[in-house]
């Protein structure tokens, strides 16, 4: 391999790139998208659900309960319904995602220490904002129950007794640790560096070998004296340097934007991002060596590698929560290690030394991908 | 009409020629569909969990019971101080650690009246959703721990304590709050994107990178011939890939299908008038494919996922971005796939939606049709 002929290919790929403004642009300005649409726009903390109230009591512990779940700041009061109301029109008409029945009964029940029984109606059509607001709901009762209790308490022991004093019987306290607010950019950071660099990684090698095989220009590169190894690096070198440069990009804008800081070295972070970036080179050009079209290679892609680093990384999902058959394809997924690296060494101060099963990983699979594409593409015609 | 049955022909010849692409234009829907269907799940339970028992009784033993019992906490390991807990965190081996200080036995002995027992939880928050979730069941359970230490069992105990609200969940819907219910049916929304509005600006874009548009550009054909020959077979496709998907929704994950397919198809048909209408549009705005595909993969498409309300609720949005939503096709299109699988809605409830799918996508279709005719003088 002669440094000068792979310099030449690296020029030529390089110009290239720059006579496509758009595509780069794209490219480059990707991440900072991305990030402002987690950061600002999308989330799963689900605040102001909209609670619409069928209260059959109207007495002043039916209210309190009412009052109890508007003060804890995830509801908002949608609607307050006459008895009787059709409740499936709301919910189907989306004006209401829970219902809370307060039943006649109720401060009949309250009064007499009976159990009192109120019905949540919910709108499971998305499961996830129904799990968290049942669970939001069942920490509001609690509250209040807990408060009921301890006033109860207070009267049996004789009023001024240390257990009317006391608070909460277990004192509980949650630390969290290197998310201390846990605000989810934090964790989405390493998720979006992971996911970016497979994209700008894998689809621009890709697109850029099957470009020259749907232009016919590859035959011409074959036919000159350069050996497809200084022909294949020298064609991705260009888009390492654009994905590293798209790196530094999210690493910043995460800085300025959300204040998130890099606790570990970046060297650890430069050397664990090579590898993985070797890797999805790596594979571009598997890709590249399949594929006939653009479009097709787009697909493939995208289906191999973007889709993996979303879905099967831990970047939004918990791995844990798989079916194991999922779990066990997620070892395949080179995104799945390097985002446990770079959240330790981003988030958590580590460096490399805790990962070196994960860094292992990395280094295989780049390996694996790596001659599986350069066997491919030497065989056989480009 | 004989005109643009001609170019109908041409497509799916062509369609034809590019063997590999048809597998890919199947299977690639399956794939996301079958990745959407079997991970997406947010749902948090054994979470690994390492122990550091100071007090080691038979009362931080019942508590350490109620934590793993639950079903929500896995023991990954014990150690004996808090320090030596850390590098579980680091590493990922735990991602929660419950610390029961010396002591804790001794203030449970006590009762209620002497020093409340401390027990202190410490969360990995790199993963925020899980670390929320994981820390509200820890709150829970101690607080149940807490009602049952705080109950006195004499037979002076008030009648009150056994008293209280109890809220008596009612989910409609999809009962068991399967989040796969809720992933799967969304996989429609991005296929249809992917087939009818990236392909089609990809093939208009490749004749104009090959050149041939120059030469269909002098037959006799009419431009809105043109046009419509050229989507015409992405829609057929489109509708394939609508029938594929809800067949594999219903029959492989179990989706109900509650309201009428008729219905979904011909809601789908306005959808298409949205994406269709984008892909157009982009043709006329790029001049390779690479650019087409770029463009309408990252400018256009994942945006309007994240703002469509598939993933992420639109409510927990901020205000503002919630009323930039309303100008995202797919949100309406959400809103129909929801309606219709789930909530077995008809057109009374759904015709707001597609009014707004009518009304956008006869917008964007316009647009791009006069864009592209003047791209062709």
Do not use: C
Not at chain 1, 303 to 315: K, Q, R, T
Not at chain 2, 142 to 150: F, P, Q, Y
């Amino acid at each position: 391999m002669k440094l000068a002929k792979l310099r030449a290919v690296a020029a030529k790929e390089y110009r290239q790139a720059a006579r496509d403004p758009l595509t780069l642009a794209m490219l480059l300005g990707l991440p900072t998208m991305m990030l402002l649409l987690y950061g600002y726009a999308v989330n799963f903390d689900v605040r102001h659900i909209k609670l619409a109230v069928e209260d059959r009591d109207r007495t002043a512990a039916s209210r309190d309960l009412e009052a109890a779940f508007f003060n804890s700041g995830y509801f908002d009061l949608a609607a307050d319904l006459p008895a009787g109301t059709d409740l499936a029109r709301l919910t189907e008409r989306r004006r209401a995602a829970a219902i809370l029945v307060i039943p006649e009964t109720y401060g009949r029940d309250v009064a007499a220490g009976r159990t009192a029984r109120v019905q949540l109606v919910l709108d499971g059509a998305d499961a996830n904002t129904a799990t968290t607001v049942l669970g939001y709901a069942a920490s509001v009762v609690a509250e209040a129950n807990a408060e009921v209790v301890r006033a109860e308490l207070g009267r049996h022991a004789g009023g001024g007794s240390a257990a009317a004093a006391g608070g909460a019987p277990i004192d509980y306290e949650p630390r969290v640790w290197y998310n201390p607010e846990l605000k989810s950019t934090q964790f989405l950071v390493p998720g979006l560096v992971g996911f970016i660099l497979m994209l700008t990684a894998v689809l621009s090698t890709a697109l850029s070998v099957v470009r020259e095989k749907e232009r016919g220009t590859m035959e011409q590169l074959r036919v000159s004296s350069l050996s497809p190894g200084e022909l294949l690096v020298g064609k991705t070198l260009p888009y390492l340097s654009i994905s590293l440069a798209a790196t530094a990009i999210i690493l910043l804008a995460a800085r300025v934007l959300f204040g998130v800081v890099v606790r570990g070295s970046y060297l650890d972070l430069f050397v664990v991002t090579l590898i993985y970036l070797i890797g999805a080179l790596g594979l571009g050009l598997l890709v590249s060596s399949v594929a006939d079209s653009q479009a097709m290679a787009f697909q493939l892609g995208a289906s191999g590698s973007m889709l993996p680093a979303i879905l099967l990384s831990g970047f939004i999902f918990p791995i844990r929560s798989m079916p194991l058959a999922v779990q066990i394809l997620t070892y395949a997924v080179p995104a799945r290690y390097f985002l446990v690296v770079l959240r330790g060494i981003i988030l958590k101060g580590a460096g490399l030394a805790p990962y070196g099963r994960d860094m292992a990983f990395l280094v295989l699979y780049a390996a694996a991908v790596l001659g599986l594409a350069f066997a491919r593409l030497t065989r056989k015609e480009i | 009409m004989y005109g643009l049955w001609r170019v109908i022909v041409k497509e799916l010849f062509q369609l034809r020629h590019d063997r590999k692409m048809i597998p890919v234009l199947i299977v690639g829907p399956l794939f996301q569909m079958l990745a959407l269907g079997y991970a997406a799940n947010t749902d948090v339970d054994h979470i690994p969990t390492v122990l550091v028992d100071q007090d080691r009784t038979p009362a931080s033993r019942t508590l350490v019971d109620r934590f793993t019992g639950s079903g929500y906490f896995t023991l990954a390991g014990a150690v004996p101080t808090a320090d030596q807990a850390e590098p579980w965190l680091v590493d990922g081996r735990a991602q929660v650690a419950l610390v029961i200080p010396g002591g804790y036995g001794e203030d449970v002995a006590a009762g209620p009246g002497g020093h409340p027992p401390r027990v202190q939880v410490l969360a990995d928050g790199t993963d925020a959703n899980s670390a929320v979730v994981g820390l509200g069941y820890a709150a829970k359970i101690l607080a149940d721990v807490g009602a049952e230490l705080a109950r006195p069992t004499g037979p002076a105990a008030p009648a009150a304590a056994a008293g209280g609200v109890e809220v008596v969940p009612r989910i409609w819907y999809n009962p068991d709050l399967k989040s796969r219910w809720f992933y799967v049916p969304a996989v429609l929304a991005m296929v249809l994107m992917l087939v009818t509005m990236m392909m089609p600006s990809m093939a208009v874009v490749r004749e104009k990178e090959i050149g041939t548009l120059e030469q269909i550009i002098v037959t006799p054909l009419a431009p809105w011939q043109l046009i419509v020959g050229k989507l015409a077979p992405f829609v057929v496709i489109g509708v394939v890939d609508l029938l594929l998907v809800t067949g594999v929704a219903r029959w492989l994950f179990g989706v109900p299908l509650r309201g009428s397919l008729l219905l979904l198809v011909l809601l789908s048909l306005l959808y298409l008038l949205n994406t269709l209408g984008l892909g157009l549009l982009v043709s006329t705005m790029v001049n390779t494919q690479q650019q087409a595909m770029m463009f309408s993969a990252f400018v256009l498409m994942v945006p309007m996922i994240y703002l469509s309300g598939l993933i992420f609720p639109i409510e927990n949005m901020p205000r503002p971005i919630q009323i930039v939503t309303y100008a995202v096709p797919v949100r309406y299109y959400a809103n129909v796939i929801r309606g219709i699988f789930l909530r077995g809605s008809g057109i009374a409830v759904l015709w707001p939606d597609a009014l707004a799918m009518l009304g956008i996508g006869a917008l964007l279709l316009t647009l791009a049709s006069l864009r592209f005719r003047k791209s062709l003088d």
